[in-house]
């Protein structure tokens, strides 16, 4: 019972670099959120998906792009990573519907330092 | 835009003891679900307990406990029998009820930390 995925745990990048981050749930959840949580700031939203083929922007989205190709999938991309992008990154899911419908359920996150 | 306030950075607590960690929140929605999320060490979000603006009884999960005072907008963490295991980032969390998709509004956190 896996619930969500995120991959790479760790991962360092120079600044102007890319990657992408990638978020899997296998509880069929429309759902899916993108946080990152700074020392003293709790967690941020940058993007979310209310379902397969949409995004929408949270509070903190410059500096990053999401897609969601496919519903069990939401990826978290930098196209030239900057070291105010250093943070923890953690992926959420949830459904709209049913006993849960409330609770967002997380990933274990993502360590990332840009030097 | 709805806020999230903790006013406590950190706390500590005697093994066995009881501590309540506060939070307290703005909005001008009558309808919402509050939430506290425990983050240990290993940086996992876990969700300790929930409750839901329109009922009065306060939610109770094992040893955690919530104080929820609608009209003063607070929302308090409870934890009896404090075990070393309960050591963590608390946080506090806000999510409105109308609209299924609305995403959290965290606070900034209380570290607790437990004394043997």
């Known amino acids: 019972n896996a619930g969500v995925t995120q991959t790479p745990k760790f991962r360092v990048l120079k600044t102007g670099q890319s990657m992408t981050l990638l978020c899997a749930q296998d509880m069929n959840h429309e759902y899916m959120y993108w946080y990152r949580q700074d020392p003293g700031m709790g967690l941020r939203l940058i993007h979310y998906s209310v379902g397969e083929g949409t995004t929408a922007k949270g509070e903190v989205p410059d500096g990053y792009n999401v897609s969601r190709l496919k519903k069990q999938n939401f990826l978290l991309g930098l196209e030239s990573a900057a070291p105010s992008q250093t943070s923890v990154y953690f992926c959420a899911s949830s459904q709209p519907s049913g006993g849960n419908k409330n609770i967002q359920y997380f990933g274990a996150g993502t360590r990332l330092s840009v030097l | 835009a709805q806020t999230v306030t903790q006013s406590q950075p950190e706390m500590s607590v005697q093994e066995a003891e009881t501590v309540t960690l506060s939070c307290t929140y703005d909005t001008s929605e009558s309808d919402y679900y509050l939430f506290w999320y425990k983050q240990p060490p290993s940086r996992q979000m876990i969700l300790v307990i929930r409750?839901?603006?329109?009922?009065?009884q306060n939610a109770t999960e094992n040893r955690f406990s919530v104080n929820f005072q609608k009209a003063a907008k607070s929302f308090s963490l409870k934890i009896s029998d404090s075990q070393l295991g309960d050591a963590a980032m608390y946080f506090c969390a806000y999510r409105s009820a109308y609209s299924g998709n609305t995403p959290l509004v965290f606070g900034k956190g209380t570290r607790l930390s437990v004394i043997a």
């Open positions: 409750q839901e603006a329109y009922k009065q």
